[in-house]
């Protein structure tokens, strides 16, 4: 039977991980920029302002003329309105607007190629320079010679409704389908950039391959330091395959995190972002409600951003500020502010905020796999319930939101850790670590005392009734300060009803 591993061998080798997974995120994140398709059409954003002037909301890449559903091109105004250049933002509805998309198309093979046109407003296609009628439910035909096109889109929509247009074509014995990225290229600079980016792509490939086959065949040679870092890094499988889960976990979560879910589809996600805004950039915490009611007229905003309505209320007491306040941070730091005073709390963002949430539960994934093995789970059931938490579709999609339980639920897990360390030790720092992370439960989302009931029953229940007292003593702190904090949101706005019945009276 092989001995335990000594501290600083287990240090050496819990580094070697580290180093060695950050190695792996690094190189596999340089290789998917690499092989990353870069095609698309070069899309303007336009706005019609006064007069019929154009001005430019937002240019980018896109790589598919296949928008079927109003917030893919929605987003584009949405996240990217520039108060200061643009004027003040739609407020009943999207404002009338024109994309235009240019580019280049590859022909695989010459032949009858059919073009289709599904779009909700007017759609103008050109290729070569010539216009290409298209009817809705029907395919027009054009023959076509092998190589690179030049290829025009124009595409209005000057009324209210839906934004849609899919671009399909039919190539030679092919069914109708929307035109692939990898024909599409902005212009013939990036078709250049393309090829040399695949070259290096595969160089990097194969000098990756070739250092692990070498780093495989040295640690076959006894008392080599191949054979030395295989043996350290041997006891360290479970990290290692725990470092690859999250790897995995993050590679899911970031594909078109800011697309979906879709904008709106949750407005609970801006009440976060506007709350920690707001309470660092103007001392007092704002954010839409839904409880409106109860805060007095002067305390209250009706308004419509892009044809969504909100009733912004401060001071915002609907859910507690810990969370919001973490998203305001990452915000103001990684995000300049597009919208002027008092609106600059619209400058939050689903591209920027959503970081927050995925990292976090990036986080948890390793709290989980800890919290199996301590309810007694095997280690290779641990690593599957956590490979399933890091890849099932709902989780993924759900840990893209910006809510509170995100940060809530890290708490609960560490909570809960901390029990079970203080009931195998004893020691009073264990619980005091779980006093505070059950008060921090408080000040993340009202429902975050259910961590202090499962805490405590936890702990009675294995007769820690010192862990219990001192868990308790700490959280009494938290709720304390919590019950002031809404206790002084509740007198202000008492105040300010009684200064607006003072006002009104004769």
Not at 65 to 80: E, K, L
Not at 298 to 317: A, K, M, N, S
Request: proline share 7%; hydrophobic share 45%; aromatic share 10%.
């Amino acid at each position: 039977m092989s001995e335990p591993a000594s501290a600083p061998t287990r240090y050496a080798a819990r580094s070697a991980v580290f180093v060695l997974m950050g190695l792996a995120a690094s190189y596999l994140f340089l290789l998917s920029s690499l092989f990353r398709p870069s095609g698309g059409l070069f899309a303007r954003y336009l706005v019609t302002g006064q007069g019929g002037v154009e001005a430019e909301v937002h240019h980018r890449i896109d790589p598919r003329i296949d928008f079927p559903v109003p917030q893919r091109i929605d987003a584009a105004y949405i996240f990217h309105w520039d108060q200061q250049r643009l004027g003040d933002f739609p407020r009943d509805s999207m404002p009338p607007y024109r994309i235009r998309w240019s580019g280049l198309l590859r022909v695989p093979q010459p032949g009858t190629y059919g073009f289709s046109m599904d779009a909700q407003g007017e759609a103008k296609l050109a290729i070569d320079g010539s216009p290409l009628a298209t009817q809705p439910d029907t395919i027009t035909e054009r023959a076509l010679t092998a190589g690179w096109h030049p290829v025009a889109l124009d595409y209005t929509l000057a009324v209210q409704g839906d934004a849609r247009l899919v671009l399909s074509w039919r190539p030679p014995g092919n069914p109708l389908r929307p035109i692939p990225q990898e024909v599409l290229a902005p212009d013939q600079d990036a078709i250049d950039s393309a090829g040399s980016r695949r070259a290096l792509g595969w160089f990097l490939l194969a000098v990756g391959a070739a250092v692990t086959a070498g780093a495989w065949f040295l640690s076959r040679r006894e008392g080599s330091a191949g054979a030395r870092l295989r043996t350290l890094l041997s006891g360290e499988r479970i990290t290692l395959a725990l470092g690859a889960i999250v790897i995995l976990a993050a590679i899911l979560r970031f594909h078109d995190y800011a697309l979906v879910p879709f904008h709106h589809e949750t407005a609970d996600e801006y009440q976060h972002a506007w709350e920690g805004w707001t309470l660092l950039h103007e001392g007092v915490p704002k954010a839409w409600s839904t409880f409106p009611d109860r805060y007095p007229m002067e305390q209250t905003r009706d308004f419509r951003w892009f044809g969504d309505r909100y009733i912004l209320v401060w001071p915002y007491f609907d859910h507690p500020p810990l969370f919001s306040m973490l998203v305001g941070v990452v915000v103001s730091l990684a995000q300049p502010s597009t919208y002027l005073p008092p609106w600059d709390f619209l400058s939050c963002s689903l591209p920027v905020m959503r970081v927050v949430p995925i990292v976090l539960s990036l986080i948890g994934i390793l709290l989980l796999y800890r919290l199996a093995r301590e309810y007694g789970a095997s280690e290779r059931a641990a690593l599957l319930a956590t490979l399933v938490y890091a890849t099932l579709p709902v989780i993924v999609l759900s840990h893209r939101l910006v809510k509170a339980e995100s940060l809530l639920s890290l708490l609960f897990m560490g909570a809960i850790l901390a029990v079970h360390r203080h009931e195998r030790s004893g020691r009073a720092r264990d619980a005091v670590l779980a006093g505070l992370l059950s008060g921090l439960s408080i000040w993340s989302k009202a429902t975050g005392v259910a961590v202090i009931a499962v805490v405590l029953v936890l702990l009675l229940s294995r007769r820690r009734y010192r862990g219990a007292l001192t868990v308790l003593g700490v959280t009494c702190g938290f709720l304390v300060s919590a019950r002031a904090s809404r206790r002084s949101g509740g007198n202000a706005r008492s105040f300010c009803r009684w200064r607006s019945t003072r006002r009104s009276s004769p």
